[in-house]
């Protein structure tokens, strides 16, 4: 059992930056790859980012290439998005997860955060 607490979000400019965090509570954090998600008022839920266990494997999706960076501290615990110039359609809640494998299908991660709001404002 792994629970998952997100935190960093808040209300950013456009051009700014945010980094998120993830802390995981469980003995067996650092034997699951991790990902970010994020959902944005009436859309679906789109792959943001994913580490693997050991953080040699990243796989990035669309919206974050170029300006989103994952990392992980397994000593710690926990997960971290760098977010980089952010954009307006960047605005969303933020979930971390946590999955067997690195991918961008939400359907294969079994621990789910609450989620943490991130606003860009203009």
């Known amino acids: 059992q792994v629970q998952l607490v997100e935190s960093g979000g808040g209300l950013v400019q456009a051009g700014g930056s945010l980094r998120l965090s993830c802390a995981a509570s469980?003995?067996?954090?650092?034997?699951?790859?991790m990902g970010w998600f994020r959902q944005a008022p009436g859309k679906e839920r789109e792959f943001v980012v994913a580490i693997s266990w050991s953080g040699g494997v990243r796989s990035y999706g669309d919206s974050a290439k170029g300006r989103f960076t994952i990392s992980r501290d397994n000593a710690k615990n926990t997960v971290y998005l760098q977010m980089n110039s952010l954009k307006l359609e960047d605005t969303a809640v933020y979930y971390c997860?946590?999955?067997?494998?690195?991918?961008?299908?939400?359907?294969?991660?079994?621990?789910w955060g609450q989620g943490t709001q991130v606003t860009v404002s203009s």
């Open positions: 997860a946590a999955s067997s494998r690195v991918t961008g299908m939400a359907g294969h991660y079994d621990y």
């Open positions: 469980g003995r067996t954090f650092s034997s699951y790859a």
